[in-house]
């Protein structure tokens, strides 16, 4: 024991404290048991300097970490599992009306949306629009903080003014179209605080007509709403019901519930479109005419005639008559009470009360047609509010306008004048997600709060109340949604959530207990049960049918119609959706006069141009000058095969002057950002315009960027006897079954046809692969696609696909993985015709081929088989040598030509929207789809975790997910009961291009349609 | 080959040499720089004429010059490739490949007729190869140097484009046999590299003459160095001659290999134009009958600038053209025999592909085709001439002329053919960008930069062969006119 007793010692063992100076060496040495420089000898010392040295050579190549902006997840969220994704139930809203929506949540950031299952909306299926609008929340060029005049200001400072401003009266609230229970509610309190104050909704793209057909039909706004799944025979009077409006989902859900070809048979309904202009519901149509709109009127008439509609009477002429009419009016009167007649939404207010009429005529209301109270909160005629508003405005009487939402500036009707006269309200507000031409119009921009990141409502199309429930605290800390810009307006600082909460314990009765299961239950689901808008026993105002007016038409027929993708020009700034090929034609990041093959010859324009018999992939489109309503601007032309004679359709929602790096209109060659029509819209013709000047243009030609050129099937040598669509019509396929279709090898071959059953010199074995395993394989039924390109946005967002920009469109460089060919051919029977021909739409994916000609082509095995008959790409092993593309009868692989993800990984809120699942891929590297392999494996590792198989529809590949008329099944082979082993089952399965004998486990389903013999009579 | 026409033989060496003039004569194109600029070029605009040195008006600055441009040219074009992407060239969806693959077949063609007169004219004992065997080498290697930096530089990432090789590493993976583009890299690479053992290894003897004869001292030990120590002696021959003769074994099945396996990259392919069983034998023909144009081409004036007429006689280029003629209807034939299958096999797609080849109204591409018939086909037709075969205006133009339709040749199987293949719906149209004939020029550049400063450098005719010959020449003479007949002793025989 030492001699030392100083209190404070301490000692670590009883070593120590016996022989405290042995610890002494240790403690001297500041890194014990290492030897340190001093120990080690000279040869040693040089070894270890030699190997320093070619070890740092060694590392020096190696990356290291960022020293800049990344951030560790330092304490998470409570419930919050790094590398485990969350599903939330929001609500997206579109027109007014709620969508269901369920959002990946990953870390705490809002990934991918996907359709709610539960939503009456969506049925987990979703549209386009809704899915990027994911791109719009990460969006770079979003409105961030408030601005005054251009300048910075803060929110203190606008609520200071805006709250003086409204003690001196003559306020106006101008929003989009409400259905949010609790906005509507606080707008209506808000109106009660401000004496005078008023209330306009405006969107572009609105209900007017169908709102005041019904009032015209009814006597009072009743809501509409079609079950297609109740209905035996549609006509279609110009109305896209399976690609535009709130229902479009829904309704394809419905309608592909008649169109199951194996199950049904001659139960499938029948469907016929009158339409100037070729739309997915034309496209899937069992009998489509053509008619330019102002003849639509006429064709309703001429039913209506037909059917003895009371006070009918047949116009002059019907664009579709003869037997046509006369087989049409037969399967109404036959399958009354059990059919739809469904109006346009561009089409005027007397067609939507016509269509009613009819629809009351032969019982069809109360069965698939449904009556409803309204579902927005107040349904106005956007068109009449606008006018009155810009009224208002131009006498003085408003002196403060808030906007929350929209962007009249761009999109409101010409005569409104709306730019001009919101220079006469001294004090204005625009509240945006973007800092959009109104925004500059206005005397303050506030940034609006992103639906994923606010708390709301919304009703659905049927009036379901849902929430919108925020997924991420608002990316720029100072949006604020409209419901708290409105609360704020009020004097109070209630959040979102607790001004929702409030109204529906209001609204629902609800309290404490009872109310907090309502308030879970609903946030779980996305939708508070038992809110569907009450069904009215609605009568047509007798004598109806016989005072309606006809449409004016005559001349060229300008229609102004929404954008397929980018609607009024909300999504202009959407990269996805402007590369998204529009249904049917195609189109890219443009918009272009969309005419007949007979009218551009008459204006002797035409696209694509033949120099010296060349024809150019992507073309440079003829331009014309098209005047109408004082306005003049020259387009490019598109000459789209099967519109009617006559008419020239053109889209809304492009030439942004303010929309952002990618919607704001700029060099045609590098992104378009096309042309603005709506100057030609007026208060009077909001879409359809007769009598429109159109001439060949002087400017010259205009690049289009197209992804697909006017193809014809089955027309010259080239395309001959590929078989790539196989159609039959009810009555072959139930007498003929799988014989029914051209080109199935099946049984006896037609004169002429190869037959390539057999031919193989290898070794075809039924299973090519063992059954112990999964066996994955798809299915796609070309009866059901609508084209309504779901499935391309779905798998961009879910495998990280980048956008590359109109140029390089231009250049064939599209990366979609799965695209939707679309081909024209000849009606059955009869030659082709280029006025109207039959169109086909055809998904096209990895077809995932056994015998796969990509794999033995690459020379550093970046594409190889996996033992689930996947044809799997390692993105970090391909150098790019593109030969498997070149092997790939397809054609679905896609190269990184550029780093076309340098935006991806640059700017740090787009590196936030990709996929965490799925490789960001580099220039220089092949890519393709992988049947979402990152999902099977998640399935396969929640299966492992609870050892058993995976489950039939457990595996849902993301553009499966998305289809909204579930043409897409997919699953294992290896399990006979599984729907996609059924599927496969099916007579009409056939594989494509099968003579090349690539064996391909996406498999193609032939469309089966239902063609009234009397009308091809 | 006593007499053609009646006529005595003619010579392949014409005039009066020995075997000190034929050092001189071919030596001094290397070792005296005053031989570079005793041509004068005489097209030049006055002000230039005047302020100009002498020096500079010659063709071998003027070629060395347009060399040098384009190996800038090159340089830019490979900097921007790598680093923006394969993008800034024309290939899209669906045409993975264009003038990159083009290039690279062009140029491993043309490589071709350099290894055929070393190796299996050799092997034939055909002595007329003597004079052009040198350069034609050396145009080889050249080449397959251009040819090489195609496969590459087209791939997405170059940096790991060593993958292809089989080398141990970490990752325990090979390359994926089964792929033709692994075989092109083991084709290419042995035909790379004994292309320049072979050239090397027939190098050694002039070297040494230019040792002997040089006057700088630097010279005497850079040749010295590079002759590796040859002294003449009968077993330095012996060894000369095994070495040479193996070599010459080894590169003759090189000859067919080795095109016949970039033939595979197409052959082995299931698209419509490329999966076709002839292609082997087709494009071997091809490629003797490209790289015989471009030894014309270079040898005519090569011959006019350096006086080299005596070495290089119209006998040699009437026998090249004949070759010429011959690959050229094999070719010809070819053409022939895939219209033919077309229409007899009765495929669809193999319909459609013709129909895109030749229907000029309809196929976008079908100009493309037709100049390949103009060019292959048509114009090399004239050489069924003797007059033409002698005349070598036209048969510059004729080389020339062949030279661009072999590389249309390709331009109709590689990017035509992905135009148009499977899926209407995938159909497309490919347009080249500036980069792509960018570095087209430029690898043309650097063939030409490489091949004046072989010029410079290096004897551009075998010299020791020549004094070979010379000598076997007068051993005939001694031997009398009636010896006559056949003149190919071998002259290792000796």
């Given at each position: 024991m030492s001699g030392r007793n100083d209190t404070d010692q301490a000692f670590r063992g009883i070593e120590h404290a016996v022989?405290?100076?042995?610890f002494d060496a240790v403690k001297a040495d500041?890194?014990?048991?290492r030897d340190s420089l001093n120990q080690i000898d000279r040869r040693s010392l040089l070894k270890f300097a030699g190997a320093t040295a070619v070890l740092s050579g060694v590392t020096a190549g190696c990356r290291i970490q960022p020293p800049l902006s990344i951030v560790p997840l330092v304490d998470g969220q409570p419930g919050t599992v790094t590398g485990v994704d969350k599903h939330f139930a929001s609500t997206a809203t579109m027109g007014g009306y709620g969508f269901g929506v369920l959002v990946r949540q990953y870390e705490g950031r809002p990934v991918k949306i996907e359709g709610n299952p539960k939503h009456p909306s969506s049925l987990g299926s979703i549209d386009p629009k809704t899915l990027a609008e994911i791109a719009v929340l990460y969006d770079p060029d979003r409105a961030q903080f408030p601005t005054k005049q251009g300048d910075p200001g803060s929110w203190e400072e606008f609520f200071r003014n805006a709250r003086a401003r409204l003690a001196d009266g003559g306020v106006a609230l101008l929003t989009p179209n409400v259905s949010s229970p609790t906005l509507a509610a606080l707008i209506e309190e808000f109106l009660q605080a401000s004496p005078g104050a008023k209330w306009y909704q405006y969107e572009a793209v609105n209900d007017d007509n169908a709102l005041e057909g019904a009032i015209l039909a009814f006597g009072r706004a009743i809501a509409v709403s079609y079950d297609?799944?109740?209905?035996d025979v549609v006509l279609s009077l110009d109305s896209d019901f399976l690609g535009t409006g709130p229902g479009a989902v829904r309704h394809s859900r419905d309608f592909a519930t008649r169109r199951q070809a194996d199950a049904h048979g001659s139960d499938m309904c029948r469907l016929y479109v009158v339409e100037c202009a070729p739309t997915p519901t034309g496209v899937v149509a069992d009998h489509r005419f053509r008619a330019k709109p102002s003849q639509i009127m006429g064709v309703a008439k001429a039913v209506a005639a037909g059917l003895g509609v009371p006070g009918s009477a047949a116009s002059a002429s019907s664009a579709v008559g003869g037997s046509a009419l006369r087989a049409l009016v037969e399967d109404l009167r036959g399958s009354a009470g059990r059919s739809i007649v469904i109006a346009g939404q561009h089409q005027p207010p007397a067609v939507h009360a016509l269509c009613h009429a009819i629809n009351a005529h032969l019982g069809n209301l109360g069965s698939a047609v449904k009556t409803t109270?309204?579902?927005?909160a107040k349904p106005v005629s956007n068109t009449a509010d606008i006018m009155s508003l810009a009224a208002a405005m131009d006498q003085g009487k408003v002196k403060s306008l808030f906007i929350l939402g929209g962007n009249p500036v761009y999109?409101?009707?010409?005569?409104?004048k709306f730019a001009e006269r919101l220079s006469k309200v001294p004090f204005s507000a625009h509240l945006s997600l973007h800092h959009d031409e109104t925004s500059a119009e206005c005397l303050w921009s506030l940034p609006a709060a992103h639906f994923l990141e606010s708390w709301g409502d919304a009703r659905a199309i049927d009036g379901t109340v849902s929430p919108v429930q925020?997924?991420?605290?608002?990316?720029?800390?100072d949006a604020l949604s409209p419901l708290e810009l409105v609360e704020r307006l009020l004097g109070r600082a209630r959040s979102g959530l607790e001004a929702v909460k409030e109204q529906w314990a209001r609204t629902t009765g609800a309290t404490g207990w009872a109310f907090d299961d309502l308030w879970k239950t609903a946030l779980a689901d996305g939708l508070l049960k038992g809110t569907e808008s009450k069904e009215v026993d609605a009568q047509p105002v007798?004598?109806?049918?016989?005072g309606l007016k006809d449409t004016q038409g005559g001349g060229i027929e300008l229609v102004v119609l929404p954008d397929p993708n980018i609607h009024d020009g909300r999504?202009?700034?959407?990269g996805w959706l402007q590369e998204?090929?529009?249904?049917?034609?195609?189109?890219?990041?443009d918009n272009a006069a969309h005419m007949s093959p007979e009218t551009a010859k008459r204006l002797g324009v035409g696209q694509p141009q033949k120099a010296l018999g060349i024809v150019p992939f992507t073309g440079w489109a003829d331009t014309v000058k098209v005047s109408a309503q004082g306005y003049e601007i020259e387009l490019p032309v598109y000459v789209h095969m099967g519109m009617a004679d006559d008419t020239v359709v053109v889209h809304m929602?492009?030439?942004?002057?303010?929309?952002?790096q990618i919607g704001t209109k700029g060099d045609p060659a590098d992104h378009g950002g096309g042309f603005d029509v709506?100057?030609?819209?007026?208060?009077?013709a909001p879409s359809i315009i007769p009598n429109a000047q159109v001439a060949k243009s002087r400017l010259g030609a205009y690049p289009l960027a197209n992804t697909q050129y006017h193809n014809m099937l089955d027309v010259t040598v080239v395309d001959?006897?590929?078989?790539?669509i196989r159609e039959a019509t009810v009555a072959e396929f139930e007498e003929h079954?799988?014989?029914?279709?051209?080109?199935?090898?099946?049984g006896e071959k037609k004169p002429g046809e190869p037959d390539y059953s057999?031919?193989?010199?290898?070794q075809r074995p039924d299973?090519?692969?063992?059954?112990?395993?999964?066996?994955w394989a798809m299915t796609i039924d070309l009866g059901l696609?609508?084209?309504?390109n779901a499935c391309v946005t779905a798998c961009q967002a879910e495998n990280n696909i980048p956008v590359v920009g109109k140029f390089q469109v231009m250049k064939g460089?599209?990366?979609?993985?799965i695209r939707i060919d679309r081909y024209y051919r000849p009606r059955?029977?009869?030659?082709?015709?280029e006025k109207d021909p039959a169109i086909s739409f055809q998904p096209l994916t990895c077809?995932?081929?056994?015998?796969?000609?990509c794999e033995p082509v690459c020379p550093v095995a970046a594409t190889v088989h996996s033992h689930e008959g996947i044809n799997q790409m390692v993105y970090n092993r391909?150098?790019?040598?593109?030969y498997c593309s070149n092997n790939c009868?397809?054609?679905v692989r896609r190269f990184n030509?550029?780093?076309?993800t340098r935006k991806a990984e640059d700017v740090p809120v787009l590196?936030?929207?990709?996929?965490?699942?799925v490789t960001v891929r580099g220039r220089g590297v092949m890519e393709k789809c992988t049947y979402c392999v990152q999902r099977i494996n998640h399935a396969r590792i929640e299966a492992k975790k609870e050892n058993r198989l995976i489950r039939d529809g457990e595996v849902v590949t993301a553009c499966e997910q998305a289809c909204p008329s579930r043409a897409i099944v997919f699953g294992s082979?290896?399990?006979?009961?599984?729907r996609v082993s059924k599927s496969r089952a099916s007579k009409r399965n056939y594989i494509l291009l099968e003579e090349t004998l690539t064996r391909p486990r996406t498999s193609y389903l032939g469309r089966v349609y239902n063609p009234n013999p009397e009308a091809l009579a | 080959m006593a007499t053609t026409n009646g006529k005595p033989h003619e010579p392949l060496i014409e005039g009066n040499w020995t075997n000190a003039t034929i050092d001189a004569q071919i030596g001094d194109i290397v070792l005296d720089p005053k031989r570079h600029t005793e041509a004068q070029l005489k097209r030049i605009p006055a002000f230039l004429a005047k302020s100009l040195p002498d020096q500079l008006k010659s063709p071998w600055f003027l070629m060395f010059g347009i060399g040098f441009i384009g190996v800038n040219i090159l340089l830019v074009a490979i900097t921007v490739l790598v680093l923006?992407?394969?993008?800034?060239?024309?290939?899209n969806q669906p045409v993975g490949w264009g003038l990159d693959i083009i290039n690279f077949v062009w140029w491993i063609g043309i490589g071709h007729a350099g290894t055929l007169i070393s190796a299996i004219l050799l092997l034939l004992r055909q002595q007329w190869r003597n004079s052009i065997n040198r350069f034609a080498e050396a145009m080889t290697i050249f080449a397959v140097m251009c040819a090489g930096m195609y496969p590459l530089l087209h791939t997405g990432r170059p940096w790991v484009a060593y993958w292809l090789f089989p080398y141990p590493n970490v990752l325990a993976m090979w390359p994926q046999f089964r792929s033709p583009l692994v075989w092109d890299v083991f084709a290419v690479s042995t035909y790379m590299t004994v292309s320049i053992l072979f050239w090397y290894v027939g190098l050694i003897p002039d070297f040494a003459t230019l040792r002997d004869r040089a006057r700088s001292r630097f010279a005497q030990i850079a040749f010295g160095f590079l002759a590796?120590?040859?002294?003449?002696?009968a077993k330095s021959w012996h060894r000369y001659t095994h070495a040479s003769i193996m070599l010459a074994g080894l590169s003759t099945p090189l000859v067919l290999s080795v095109h016949s396996i970039v033939s595979f990259d197409f052959?082995?392919?299931?698209?419509p134009g490329w999966?076709?069983?002839?292609f082997p034998p087709y494009f071997v023909a091809g490629a003797v009958f490209a790289g015989f144009a471009m030894v014309i081409a270079l040898a005519i004036p090569l011959r006019k600038w350096y006086r080299l007429d005596s070495f290089i006689t119209m006998k040699h280029f009437d026998w090249m053209a004949k070759v010429m003629l011959a690959t050229g209807l094999i070719v010809a034939y070819g053409y022939v025999m895939e219209v033919f299958y077309a229409w007899y096999s009765g495929v669809p797609l193999e319909q459609g592909l013709l129909h895109n080849r030749i229907k000029i109204t309809e196929a976008p591409y079908s100009w493309s085709f037709w100049l390949l018939i103009l060019f292959n086909v048509v114009i090399p037709?004239?050489?069924?001439s003797p007059k033409i075969r002698r005349n070598l205006t036209a048969l510059f133009w004729i080389s020339m002329s062949i030279s661009i339709g072999m590389w249309f040749e390709r331009y109709v199987i590689i990017p035509v053919s992905l135009?148009?293949?499977?899926?209407p719906s995938s159909f497309g149209y490919y347009t080249p960008t500036i980069v792509d004939y960018g570095m087209f020029a430029g690898t043309i550049g650097f063939f030409l930069f490489m091949m004046f400063l072989f010029i410079r450098f290096l004897p551009t005719i075998n010299i020791f062969e020549m004094k070979e010959l010379l000598h076997h020449m007068q051993h005939e003479k001694d031997h009398g006119e009636g010896h006559g007949g056949d003149k190919t002793v071998p002259a290792e025989a000796h």
């Open positions: 022989h405290p100076e042995a500041e890194f014990p048991h297609f799944s109740k209905a109270e309204p579902v927005l999109d409101a009707p010409a005569d409104a925020p997924l991420v605290e608002p990316l720029y800390g007798p004598g109806l049918a016989g999504y202009a700034n959407v998204l090929p529009k249904p049917v034609t195609n189109l890219t990041w929602g492009y030439g942004r002057t303010r929309a952002g709506n100057p030609f819209r007026t208060s009077l001959s006897d590929r078989h790539l079954h799988e014989h029914a279709f051209e080109g199935a090898h099946h057999g031919r193989s010199i290898y299973k090519f692969y063992s059954k112990d395993n999964y066996q696609c609508t084209g309504c460089r599209e990366m979609h993985w059955k029977g009869q030659a082709f015709d077809m995932q081929c056994e015998l796969a000609p391909c150098v790019g040598t593109r009868p397809y054609k030509f550029l780093h076309f590196k936030l929207l990709q996929n965490p699942d082979i290896s399990d006979p009961e599984s | 923006t992407g394969i993008g800034v060239w024309g290939n590796l120590g040859w002294n003449g002696s052959a082995m392919s299931i698209v999966n076709v069983t002839i037709a004239a050489l069924w135009t148009r293949d499977y899926l």
